[in-house]
């Protein structure tokens, strides 16, 4: 059976052939604000596969958003994978990373395909990161406006803007516990200021857009298609992921604790099938860009050819060859904001081991070792 469900909150890879070609699709509606939700479910029996007898039998709830960390599950529920070795996936869609975080706490979600926020999640303990997501290349970053008094100075980091005195004491819009949050405190450290001299004014990404093309706020941390958009109209980037974060920001797979010691075999699966779409996603970037294009539209979501340029030029896919590599580390975005956050009082000390003790190679270990015909 397969199951179709989106769910909006709040106006926040490569190859493995084995056991991988099933489908189950989730298509959100329109963005909701505040706690309005608005879901719909689709059914279908997934086929016989080989290795079926191995799996529990049980439906994977997936958590993730209609962006492009999600797009390779969307993809492979698509094109029928999941279903065809034997594993019924119900995708779950929220606007961003913290109500996944909520929705995962209440034990509604098995598993999570999401963004930065998932740091706080496995700060927790109870959870166990499986997987690299997506790879943020460029794209996401901190806009001002053109006559702002924070574009007249170069800043201290690369390609930034601003100084001490004309960023201290400014507003940024965006949303908490995200990419653009950690974007803005890294950002006005860069001056010698610290998260105290700056207001963060938590709004969803789309919401925080608006409010600031209309005037609101003196910064605006946010991502594709919004970046593409504020350059196209003149604002000025300040501060650029890469600038922030000093490398490649890599998403995250993370699922709950008894759900990895319960049902590995249904992990792996989604995994590989996952996997497979990452690989197909970078190989084929036309299809790529109808396909999100389409699926991103279908959850009230709009991209322009060049925002959706823009992101496949700014967003990768990991692939089981890059996977747990010298280029990139397993799980080192996690561990890396996670020791911020630390050091911000965003996370307590004491929780940091969790997050560290959360990443687990062991499902990468194994489809590699297939991959490779090892046993």
Sequence with gaps: MKRLIALLICFSMILSFYGCSGANNTTGGNEKSGTETESKTQTQTPVNSEKENKLSGKTLRVGTMPVALGLPVQYAYSKGWFEDAGLDVEIVLFASGAPINEAMAAKELDMAVSGMASVYALATGLYTYIGDGSITLHGEAIYARPDSDIVENKGVLDGTFGSAETVKGKSILGPLATTAHFMAIKYVESFGLTSDDFNMVSMEYAQAYQAFIMGEGDLLATKPPYTTQLEEAGYVQVCSIGAALGSSLVNANYVQNEIYEERYEDLKVFMDCYYRACEELNNDPVTRKEFAMDWYAEN????????????????????????????????????????????????????????????????????????????
């Design 300 to 375: 009230g979501i709009t991209f322009s050819d060049s925002d959706m340029d823009s992101e496949i030029a700014g967003r990768a896919y990991p692939t089981l060859d890059i996977l747990d590599s010298d280029e990139y580390p397993f799980g080192l975005t996690m561990t890396t904001i996670g020791e911020f956050f630390t050091t911000q009082g965003m996370i307590n000390e004491e929780d940091l081991p969790n997050i560290l003790n959360s990443i687990n190679n062991s499902i990468v270990k194994d489809l590699k070792k297939e991959r490779t015909g090892q046993s």
